[in-house]
């Protein structure tokens, strides 16, 4: 009975030691950037992006240099996505976004400075959702920020 209970012991020590060897041994996946993407992210002239819907009265502005020479070359193009993805995704991305500029100490306050209101039972239409979204992966990528557990690709 005692060589038994050692055995089986024995069994789940050199299983954890596995699993734990195999974690260690994982990469993060890179994101490559073209040199279209990074010729728009060294834009120094102020680019202004006004999101809004003509359905629905919401409204973002985001001032940000190189964001819509990035929207109109680089980024998917509409109806790429479904609205569905892009508000699973900007909820994620939102979420954790609001997170970091409640943590001005742990993260730059220059990249995290206002909240972002996004209420997921809103529907903000196609528009809205597309640009915030692109913003958000625009924004990882020029950045190297990662705001929910997925590589932000294009």
């Known amino acids: 009975m005692k060589k038994k209970r050692i055995y089986t012991i024995c069994s789940a020590i050199v299983l954890v030691a596995t699993v734990i060897a195999s974690s260690c041994s994982t990469t993060k996946e890179t994101v490559t950037i073209s040199e279209d993407e990074k010729s728009a992210f060294h834009q120094k002239e102020g680019d202004t992006v006004k999101i809004a819907s003509e359905e629905t009265e919401y409204e973002i502005i985001i001032i940000e240099p190189g964001f819509n020479f990035w929207l109109q070359s680089i980024a998917r193009p509409r109806n ?51 640009k915030l979204y692109n913003y958000f992966i625009y924004f990882q990528r020029k950045y190297n920020q990662r705001l929910g557990p997925f590589v932000p690709r294009i």
């Open 80 to 130: 790429f996505y479904s609205q569905s993805y892009m508000e699973n995704r900007n909820q994620i991305f939102v979420t954790n976004y609001n997170q970091r500029v409640m943590q001005p100490l742990r993260y730059n306050p220059d990249l995290y400075e206002l909240q972002i209101n996004y209420d997921p039972h809103t529907d903000y239409g196609y528009e809205v959702n597309y």
